[in-house]
T-cell receptor, first 115, second 110 residues
Framework: DTGVSQDPRHKITKRGQNVTFRCDPI?????LYWYRQTLGQGPEFLTY????????KSRLLSDRFSAERPKGSFSTLEIQRTEQGDSAMYLC?????????????FGSGTQLSVL | DAKTTQPNSMESNEEEPVHLPCNHS???????IHWYRQLPSQGPEYVIH???SNVNNRMASLAIAEDRKSSTLILHRATLRDAAVYYC???????????FGQGTTLQVKP
């Protein structure tokens, strides 16, 4: 078990640029989640996948945000035309679907700074 | 999603027990109580979960009130490495999705 891996750890970009983050979940996990966290707040749910299907998207996920999980393994989160308000920690988590009480395993996150 | 209420912050002395409270008066019969914690500069990590009965694992104990409207996370001997934000979350378990609140920031003093 190598854990959930996120890349890059840090990203600095200029307003208006596009950025893409990658998440590699724990290998046998079929569910993958994206969260966003700003300083002093708890993580906010953005979206989740079950295998390759994106099953839920938060209203927080504007049309500038898109997430994919093409083969049901790794996932990417792209932000187009970044704004300063997008500056946050982007967390990925994965889990193995169970009838009750899945445990989510989180990565260390990608810290985005938009200048 | 049912809401939980936690104190913003708590302090503890090293090697003493810590009791972190959580109120969830609107909990439904199918909601499980989960606790996660987040150490500085890391993603959240699972601590413990339960439905009705008290639960113990190597990290902590979870005491659930008989009416399930509150619960307490118990760290039996706090260490400096337990300083973190502790989140109490209710989940019905259908999607695995967790909705985090503000959590309790635990400070551990040597």
């Amino acid at each position: 078990d190598t854990g959930v891996s996120q890349d890059p750890r840090h990203k600095i970009t200029k307003r208006g640029q596009n950025v893409t983050f990658r998440c590699d979940p724990i290998s046998e996990h079929n569910r993958l989640y994206w969260y966003r966290q700003t300083l002093g707040q708890g993580p906010e749910f953005l979206t989740y996948f079950q295998n390759e299907a994106q099953l839920e998207k938060s209203r927080l996920l504007s049309d500038r945000f898109s997430a994919e999980r093409p083969k049901g393994s790794f996932s990417t989160l792209e932000i187009q035309r970044t704004e300063q308000g997008d500056s946050a920690m982007y967390l990925c988590a994965s889990s193995l679907q169970q009838m009750a009480n899945e445990k989510l395993f989180f990565g260390s996150g990608t810290q985005l700074s938009v200048l | 999603d049912a809401k939980t209420t936690q104190p913003n912050s708590m302090e503890s002395n090293e090697e003493e027990p810590v009791h972190l409270p959580c109120n969830h008066s609107t909990i439904s019969g199918t909601d499980y109580i989960h606790w996660y914690r987040q150490l500085p500069s890391q993603g959240p990590e699972y601590v413990i979960h339960g439905l009705t009965s008290n639960v113990n694992n190597r990290m902590a104990s979870l005491a659930i009130a008989e009416d399930r409207k509150s619960s307490t996370l118990i760290l039996h001997r706090a260490t400096l490495r337990d300083a973190a934000v502790y989140y109490c979350i209710l989940s019905s378990g259908n999607t695995g999705k967790l909705i985090f609140g503000q959590g309790t920031t635990l400070q551990v003093k040597p």
